[in-house]
């Protein structure tokens, strides 16, 4: 009988007790309650009347009064008629206040959808930055233009009103112009998490029916779908440009899907949560009522998830109210430590690098020698060798050294083995690169040996480029291989790289006689990683990344733009091969960087105005955007060369100075430490890993060697522009007024001093996702200058439904766990018992929701929708306003209670209730009363399975500070507060709780407690005897174990094969003999002992052995 | 320029065996298609499985009931995580191989007792896959037997008597002999084991016929031997420790410093073809890179 049991708990919430008294006949009843009785119902054999007698020091006459209404209400049901079940706990006046806390009533915005809501924001407002990430600023304007040109490609793409599109996206400014570009093609979005497991990802985007994912370059290898349901944006931007700004019109409207997010289900199988455009409008209103945007609301620091639908508030609210949003990209803790393909990668050879592309790999520099003509006799090798220890000391990721013959032009490296060889010598981490080893003017044997050398010099830092040679004079040391030198060249890569495994290669000897050979010395990597060298040829990026070698470019004869098609097409190549990783670009260009711009410009000007005089190729190169020669074709270099010759000098050295602007402007990485940034950004768009700076081309080297610094300071730079910045850093750089996250990451906030600073700067702070425990809220609301507001809400009904503003009793009462409040616009709310019946003030059930904000339903899941979405019988049976309901609640599964001012408290979810030993236990009790042990910042209980069916309850607490709280202490203080069954049976001290992506508690990833943890552990069984005494220390020396039981099993305590080989000659230690084959087949101590048998002669050792166990 | 190159797994030597060469393969990573895996190829992999490194729930609903009951017998917790993370990362790993799903994938063992993908049949595929610690490690190849072991390398166990009771007497005067005798052990250790699993021959049985006065006949020990004598006798591990590895600022080498980094691990890959032949492929040392073994592949049989 739910009606009754309501009853019942409102006297017991109360904590006083109540007495039933059977009289004969009420004349026979005391005027009192029964002694030590709050209140007693007298209950006369004769029937006819009750007695109620109160003492009215401890029940206030009014309460007593309501109960009796409500008890009448209920008696008159059931005179009706009604079934116990639907028979009405309400009194009148009950009624009248769940009228009067559901008077939600409020007009919805005017817009149809959520897009037009942000269109009509950027009309107000174009030109205030909309979107704040990394480095990117998007106005209104911008931000709509580009997700306008997107919606219109998607269109392109297929997609059309209704459908529904994957977003598997960067946290960068373009997730918000994805999901808005996705509204405005009249789509819905589905958020799928690069952080989630592969197999999740799979299934939601199978379940859900994807017509499109969109998703970016990083992220687009984790997007279960095929290539032509992928949209990359970072590829789409040619198109993006040819799509026209204006909005499109697809006529979506309230009851049109806006977004469709997966939340777990208690199956383990996620479920699709439907939401349409009306129900954001109505939560816009709900939050304009409560936090009053005005016309210049500030900036909001989006921390959250778009698979956790908060994001909403964050993301679309913000931006139809004029919000400048800061998007946080958020911290690395949930990312695998390191990209796993990296770890053997020197394995592979190939796969060398695979690992630096990771979320925030920032783009390498390295060094680059290729030698000027320009000799200063006595210090030639002193830039060498001074850059060299300058990388190594400052974070450059190589040193390359060339390979060049007969010219003066690159003379000082004939041979870059040996120029390695005094690079290993002097450094300790650098890598050693050839770039390039010409390889068909060599012996491949010769190669190998030379490097293993260096390889062994330099504890394993060589990586050597092959090129296949340009220079044709160059073959006087091999001449036979000059016309098939890209075979030879292909052909030797396999040679070395075999030599350099220790594989023995058979070559022809004396008189055709085959000699097997082998390299020594044998090098320290095991495989070489290896790089091809490429100029322009696309077929050389291909074969490239088929052969799984990394890339050596430059810009001669190409531009960024062509290099990052030709990029795409290597890295292509790579994954379609099947090597792991995705290879590694470095780039060659001339650099100088220094303090004023002039300055460089004018130091580089001589210098790279002689390299483009010497290069005929370069000269024709740039000529034809001369003037004098536009038009002309680049490649006809007969012609263009005539035309050189036949110029005057003045003419030719007009073109040169052209010639240099360009280069100048295009090539090189040139200027400022800011304007290289710029330029190396670009560099990073087109995908390229590292830029090796060519620094020797004529300069002086003083002059480079003391820009290495400026250098050092912009490889700094990219390095923290790839960092992510913190929650802290963010909310001081930006002025951040506004913040909203879940109590997990408060705490976290909190728990160090920027976090406490930053929250001293907010002007708001929402805080939802799980309970607010108070000690929390009493720290915010201390910290936060200005308003901290509660909030809470299913995703079922559309972000937040209550609220809770954190002043007053929301913070000084004594609740463990904060209020959270009151419904908001259009939203109804009910707390019901089983039979769905309204409960009224201070009985607790589950908290039932419904208006405006009610979902669609769960996608594709007409089953489970029915059970948790159900006709709204309530609102008509109380009399709540019609305009409110929608005619359905969601049943939340959230255990709550009215308090007597309309205030609804959360209790904890009915999830949450576990039955141990046939008590039901609401563990968010038991974690409040462990949080308020001092000792304790935060306790979380969860029920595991335990014996026949009934739970065995863990709490895993957080320590306050650096003191961690004792298992015992922790029981005791449990024991003395809570009764027997909710006290837990074991205690996990932890330094941090797991959270999911969306920053909750992630109460399925909290470890099992260790056997150590565990409160005593009725399984044991002492062993009996001498022998299995003596097992069992065995046992306990060998596993580390504190003790040892008769039917503890040896594997099962952490035994493997090493340690059972350990356990037997421990055994024979101690007189007794023992085989593998017995412990693998008796494995408990009880089981092992009769199997042993004494070594002969071995008493002694026994009966020591006996000593030491006793 | 075109190349024309032969991936080296498909080589085959003068006497037309094929030769196996270790290519390490991306953990944790879901592959879709089945992947890649020519005959004569190890591919060898690590299995994320650090506390953070993967659901936990999710992955223990990828296990078989069999799984799962393993993994509830294990009384410490960090055991049965581990075990939990181990074998569905595992089985993610054959799903890719076997263009399956993970939670499809069924084992059974051969008459030689090594695990053998039961279900997708038929398949060619060869597995072993061993987990000390914080490092797990599956190696897999096609037609090709295939033994991988891992083992901390402990400082507080008694490796002499372990030796003398473990390794065949030759393989024990080596380590005895050795510089570091600890580690000389946990080395001829992790080789006899990996042996071992290439040859299905079950500890207890190799311990037996130790026992049974043929030493020698057992081809893992035999092995164990030889290693001490072909070679340097040191492992990639000194060389590892001494940080030559390059540090956190050389960006493609930083990566190196992920969960493999813990030092002090031993781990050998074998594989093995036809009868009881089979070879060391590789060491992987204390930092988790694989090195090359004295023995290489090059000397199958020798």
């Not at chain 1, 044709?472 to 060249?489: I, Q, S, T």
């Not at chain 1, 950004?681 to 480079?704: H, K, Q, S, Y």
């Not at chain 2, 021959?201 to 020990?221: D, K, M, S």
């Not at chain 2, 072909?230 to 992920?258: F, I, K, L, P």
Request: glycine share 10%; proline share 7%.
């Amino acid at each position: 009988m739910p009606s009754l049991s309501a009853l019942d708990a409102a006297w017991a919430a109360e904590r006083w007790p109540l007495t039933l008294e059977r009289v004969a006949t009420l004349d026979a009843a005391s005027e009192d309650a029964a002694p030590g009785a709050g209140l007693s119902v007298v209950v006369p054999d004769d029937g006819g009347a009750l007695a109620w007698r109160h003492d009215p020091a401890r029940v206030a006459p009014a309460l007593v009064a309501r109960l009796q209404a409500r008890l009448a209400a209920f008696l008159t049901d059931l005179a009706r008629g009604a079934p116990v079940a639907e028979a009405s706990v309400l009194a009148p006046d009950d009624r009248s206040d769940l009228r009067s806390w559901n008077a939600t009533a409020a007009a919805l915005p005017p817009e149809e959808t959520i897009h037009a809501a942000i269109a009509a924001q950027v009309r107000r407002t174009p030109s205030r930055a909309a979107v704040v990430a990394g480095r990117t600023t998007l106005s209104y304007a911008a931000l709509d233009a580009r997700a306008n040109r997107l919606a219109r490609l998607l269109a392109r793409r297929g997609v059309r009103r209704g459908d529904l599109v994957g977003v598997l996206a960067d946290r960068d400014a373009d997730l918000v112009v994805a999901l808005l570009a996705i509204l405005k093609a009249g789509a819905a979005y589905v958020p799928l998490d690069p952080e989630f497991p592969a197999d999740r990802l799979a299934f939601m985007t199978e379940d859900a029916d994807l017509r499109l994912v969109v998703a970016k370059r990083r992220t687009a290898p984790a997007a279960p779908v095929a290539a032509e349901r992928l949209l990359v944006l970072d590829d789409v931007e040619l198109a993006l440009a040819a799509e026209d700004g204006d909005a499109p019109d697809t006529g979506a409207e309230r009851d049109d899907l806006a977004y469709v997010i997966y939340t777990s289900g208690s199956t383990g199988r996620p479920k699709g949560v439907m939401l349409e455009h009306g129900n954001v409008l109505n939560f816009m209103a709900g939050m304009d009522a409560h936090l009053r945007p005005g016309a210049d609301p500030g900036t909001w620091l989006a921390v959250t998830s778009i698979s956790f639908d908060i994001s909403v508030l964050e993301l679309l609210w913000t931006l139809a109210r004029g919000f400048t949003v800061v998007l946080y990209a958020g911290d690395d803790r949930r990312r695998p430590a390191a990209p796993p393909a990296a770890a053997p990668a020197s394995a592979a050879g190939g796969a060398h690098g695979a690992g630096a592309h990771g979320a925030h790999a920032p783009l390498e520099l390295s060094l680059f020698y290729f030698s000027s003509d320009a000799d200063e006799p006595g210090q030639r090798y002193r830039l060498l060798l001074e850059g060299a220890r300058f990388a190594d000391a400052h974070g450059f990721s190589a040193v390359w050294t060339p390979e060049r013959h007969f010219h003066a032009f690159g003379g000082l490296f004939p041979n870059p083995a040996v120029a390695g060889a005094a690079v290993a010598a002097i450094t300790q981490r650098v890598r050693i690169r050839a770039g390039s080893c010409v390889l068909p003017l060599h012996h491949p044997i010769r190669v190998a040996e030379e490097w293993a050398v260096v390889d062994n010099l330099s504890d394993g830092r060589v990586d050597i480029s092959f090129a296949s040679g340009w220079q044709p004079d160059d073959f006087v040391l091999a001449p036979a291989n000059h016309a098939e030198r890209n075979e030879v060249m292909a052909s030797g890569i396999e040679t070395v790289r075999a030599l350099w495994r220790g594989e023995a290669r058979t070559f022809d000897g004396p008189d055709g006689r085959p000699v097997t050979v082998r390299t020594l010395p044998r090098p320290v990597q095991p495989e070489l990683p290896f790089w091809v060298t490429a100029a322009g040829n696309p077929a050389t990026f291909r074969s490239a990344g088929a052969m799984g070698a990394n890339l050596l470019t430059h810009l001669l004869g190409q531009d960024l733009v062509q290099l990052e098609a030709k990029v795409r097409a290597y890295r292509e190549a790579w994954a379609a091969a099947g090597h792991p990783g995705r290879g590694h670009v470095s780039l060659m260009l001339h650099t100088f960087v220094g303090p004023d711009p002039d300055a460089v410009r004018a130091i580089v000007r001589g210098p790279l105005r002689g390299y483009l005089q010497s290069s005929a190729a370069l000269m024709r190169q740039y000529a034809s955007s001369f003037p004098a020669f536009r038009g002309t074709d680049a490649a006809d270099a007969a012609s263009l060369d005539a035309a050189f010759r036949g110029m005057a000098e003045a003419d030719l050295d007009a073109l040169l100075e052209h010639a240099y602007e360009r280069y100048y402007a295009t090539s090189g990485l040139f200027g400022t430490v800011d304007e290289a940034l710029a330029t190396a950004e670009r560099v990073r768009a087109a995908d390229v890993d590292e830029i090796a700076c060519l620094i020797d081309f004529g300069i002086p080297t003083d002059t480079v060697l003391a820009g290495l610094h400026d250098l050092a300071r912009l490889r700094e730079a990219l390095a923290a522009a790839a960092a992510p910045s913190s929650i802290p850093d963010l909310v001081a750089r930006h002025g951040v007024a506004h913040l909203q996250c879940t109590p997990s990451m408060a705490q976290m906030l909190v728990a160090d001093a920027a976090g406490r600073a930053a929250l001293g700067s907010l002007e708001r702070m929402l805080v939802g996702g799980e309970a607010l425990p108070r000690e929390l809220a009493r720290t915010l609301a201390a910290l936060v200058p200005g308003e901290v507001v509660n909030v809470y809400g299913p995703t079922e009904t559309t972000i937040w439904s209550t609220v809770q503003p954190l002043r007053g009793e929301a913070v000084d009462g004594t609740a463990p766990v904060v209020a959270i409040g009151t419904p908001i616009a259009n939203t109804e709310a009910y707390v019901c018992d089983e039979a769905l019946q309204p409960l009224p003030a201070g009985v607790p059930g589950e908290l039932v929701l419904g208006g405006a904000g009610v979902a669609r339903g769960y996608w594709r899941r007409p089953e489970l929708s029915a059970e948790r979405f159900v006709p709204d019988r309530i609102a008509a049976a109380v009399g709540v306003a019609p305009a409110v309901t929608d005619g359905r609640l969601y049943r939340t599964g959230d255990l709550t209670r009215w308090g007597s001012d309309g205030v609804l408290e959360y209790l904890g979810r009915l999830d949450f209730q576990v039955k141990v030993r046939g008590h039901r236990i609401e563990l968010g009790e038991i974690e409040a009363t462990l949080d308020e042990h001092p000792l304790v910042r935060q306790a979380v209980v969860v029920a595991r399975p335990g014996e026949g069916g009934d739970a065995r309850l863990v709490a895993y607490v957080l320590p306050a500070g650096a003191e961690r709280p004792g298992t015992a202490a922790l029981r005791d203080h449990a024991a003395a507060r809570l009764p027997a069954p909710m006290v837990p049976h074991a205690y996990v001290v932890l330094d941090a709780f797991p959270l999911t992506p969306n920053r909750k508690v992630d109460r399925r990833a909290l470890p099992e407690p260790a056997a150590d943890d565990r409160d005593g552990d009725a399984d044991y069984v002492a062993p009996s005897g001498d022998l299995e005494a003596t097992l069992a220390d065995v046992w306990r020396r060998v596993l580390s174990v504190e003790r040892v039981g008769a039917h503890d099993d040896f594997f099962a305590l952490g035994g493997n094969s090493l340690l059972a080989v350990f356990a037997t000659t421990e055994v024979a230690k101690r007189g007794y003999r023992m085989t593998l084959a017995q412990l693998l087949g008796a494995p408990t101590v009880a089981r092992l002992a009769p199997l042993l048998t004494p070594v002969p002669g071995a008493g002694e050792q026994r009966r020591a052995a006996a000593g030491t166990a006793a | 320029m075109a190349m024309a190159v032969r991936p080296p797994a498909r080589r085959r030597d003068g006497r037309g065996r094929r030769r196996g060469g270790v290519m390490a393969v991306a953990a944790g990573v879901a592959v879709t298609a089945a992947a890649p895996l020519p005959p004569g190829a190890v591919h060898l992999a690590w299995v994320p499985i650090g506390a953070t490194d993967t659901d936990l729930a999710h992955d223990r609903a990828l296990l078989g009931a069999d799984e799962r009951a393993r993994a509830d017998g294990y009384a410490r917790a960090d055991d049965r995580d581990g075990f939990i993370r181990h074998r569905a990362g595992l089985r993610r790993l054959l799903a890719g191989y076997l263009g399956t799903a993970p939670q499809d994938v069924r084992f059974a063992l051969d008459p030689g007792g090594r695990p053998r993908v039961a279900s997708p049949a038929p398949n060619d595929l060869r597995f072993s896959t061993a987990r000390r610690g914080a490092l797990a490690l599956v190696a897999v190849a096609r037609d090709l037997e295939v033994g991988v072991d891992v083992e901390v390398v402990r400082r507080d166990l008694p490796v002499a008597a372990l030796a003398a009771h473990a390794l065949d007497p030759a393989a024990h005067a080596a380590v005895v002999a050795a510089a570091d005798p600890v580690h000389a052990f946990f080395e001829a250790w992790t080789r006899l084991e990996a042996g071992l699993k290439v040859a299905g021959v079950g500890l207890a049985e190799a311990e037996r016929r130790r026992a049974g006065g043929r030493p020698g006949r057992a081809a893992a020990v035999r092995l164990a031997g030889r290693r001490r004598t072909g070679g340097s006798g040191g492992t990639g591990g000194e060389r590892g420790a001494a940080g030559g590895r390059g540090g956190g600022g050389s960006g493609h080498r930083a990566s190196h410093d992920g969960p493999m980094t813990t030092p002090g691990f031993t781990a050998v890959i074998m594989a093995g073809g036809q009868g009881q032949r089979f070879w060391p492929l590789s060491t992987v040392d204390r930092r988790g890179s694989p090195t090359p073994s004295c023995c290489s592949p090059a000397a199958p049989g020798a």
